[in-house]
Structure formats: structure tokens, C-alpha cells
């Protein structure tokens, strides 16, 4: 099956600073990768998403790109603010519905 | 956007005494949800997909006599958490998705469950 790595496991960033979140996964079939943000005691949101067939997406401050000959995607947040300090989680697509967890990044924000 | 509301948020029982916990599709029809078992500080551990009038599947090592799942409509799963023990206590959270493969997963909001 699917196998989803995430790096780094923590991030500090300086308010006002870029982020950037990688993860690998080693199914080529995968096609579609979510990003999802958990802040405490909360369920994971979705905040964006790529499929396969596009190398690069972007919302306000967060994008996010996939190199699939490489099976990696990455995600870049700018401009950050304290409010972006939560857990990260990227996902790939499985067989089915299933999808593949990363192992979250914990991002700390620091006014 | 699709919501998936959960409850209860946290619930404490007695050792031996069962906990259901309810995960509802408030604006689409889920055939599919999935139910989650999260430990503090990692990742989403997938316990196992509840079908839409037939039984759930379990993922491996998951006791399906533990973890009673039923998913009698299309907005409706439950997961009931038979004769709890503390090692039970964690975050269980749902998710449903709203099409198939190629759609994101909508989370609720999660239920801390406290076993004493």
C-alpha cells in the first residue's frame, strides 16, 4: 500500500516568515493530495489540495506543489502569522476512498 | 462546503461501561465514512470504513467486537466503544467524503474519550 512520509516532525518559524512542509509517498498511482490543518482538540480542515495532473496550486498565502516523477509535494506558507501555528498533515490517495496520512508537522509561529 | 458534525466532544465513562459516538453528514449523503484513532502528537491511525448498509471494514488489529461500527443511513455512522478500558481513552475523529476517489475527506470535529 501507500507509504507517506512528512518532514519535518516540528517548525519554528519568526512571524512574517515562509514555511515549508515536504512529504514523499510511493504509490504513482496516487493522484490526489490533500493538505489538512488540526489545531488543538480540533478535526483536521482541509485547506488545499492538488491532484496529479497539476504541478502547482496556490490560495492567498499557502500553495502547494507536487513533483510526481519524484513523488514528492511540499507545502509553502508566507507571510506567516500566529494563527497558522497548528499540526500539518498531508494525505495522498489510496485505493477506493482511502487515503494516507503523513505524520503531521507541528508549526509553532513565533510573534 | 460539506459538514461532518460529531459527537459528542468528550465524554468520560466508567471502566466496563460502552461509549457510542455519533458522526453525521449534515448537507451530503456519505456512503463511505471512516473512523480514526488519534494518540497525542501523531498521526491519524485509520481504524476502519463503514459502508452504507453493510458491515464496516476493519483495518488490521482493530477488534471489530470492540469497536462496534454501524452505518444504517446515508448520513448516519456510529462507532461504539465496547466495555472501555482505560488504553481506550483517546481522539476519535470521522470523516466522510463527499464523491469518490479524488475528493478530500471532511473531518468532524473529533471525541476526546476519557476511560477512568
Known amino acids: 500500500g501507500e507509504n507517506v512520509e512528512q518532514h519535518p516532525s516540528t517548525l519554528s518559524v519568526q512571524e512574517g516568515d515562509s514555511a515549508v512542509i515536504k512529504c514523499t509517498y510511493s504509490?504513482?498511482?496516487?493522484?490526489?493530495f490533500p493538505w489538512y490543518k488540526q489545531e488543538l482538540g480540533k478535526g483536521p480542515q482541509l485547506i488545499i489540495d492538488?491532484?496529479?495532473?497539476?504541478g502547482e496550486k496556490k490560495d492567498q498565502r499557502i500553495a502547494v506543489t507536487l513533483n510526481k516523477t519524484a513523488k514528492h509535494f511540499s507545502l509553502h506558507i508566507t507571510e506567516t502569522q500566529p494563527e497558522d501555528s497548528a499540526v500539518y498533515f498531508c494525505?495522498?490517495?489510496?485505493?477506493?476512498?482511502?487515503?494516507?496520512f503523513g505524520t503531521g508537522t507541528s508549526l509553532t509561529v513565533i510573534p | 462546503g460539506a459538514v461532518v458534525s460529531q459527537h459528542p466532544s468528550r465524554v468520560i465513562c466508567k471502566s466496563g461501561t460502552s461509549v457510542k459516538i455519533e458522526c453525521r453528514s449534515l448537507d451530503f449523503q456519505a456512503t463511505t465514512m471512516f473512523w480514526y484513532r488519534q494518540f497525542p502528537k501523531q498521526s491519524l491511525m485509520l481504524m476502519a470504513t463503514?459502508?452504507?448498509?453493510?458491515?464496516?471494514?476493519?483495518e488490521q488489529g482493530v477488534e471489530k467486537d470492540k469497536f462496534l461500527i454501524n452505518h444504517a443511513s446515508l448520513t448516519l455512522s456510529t462507532l461504539t466503544v465496547t466495555s472501555a478500558h482505560p488504553e481506550d481513552s483517546s481522539f476519535y475523529i470521522c470523516s466522510a467524503t463527499l464523491t469518490g476517489q479524488g475528493s478530500g475527506y471532511t473531518f468532524g470535529s473529533g471525541t476526546r474519550l476519557t476511560v477512568v
Open positions: 504509490d504513482s498511482a496516487s493522484n490526489y
Open positions: 492538488i491532484r496529479s495532473n497539476v
Open positions: 494525505a495522498a490517495s489510496g485505493t477506493g476512498n482511502q487515503f494516507y
Open positions: 463503514s459502508n452504507e448498509g453493510s458491515k464496516a471494514t476493519y
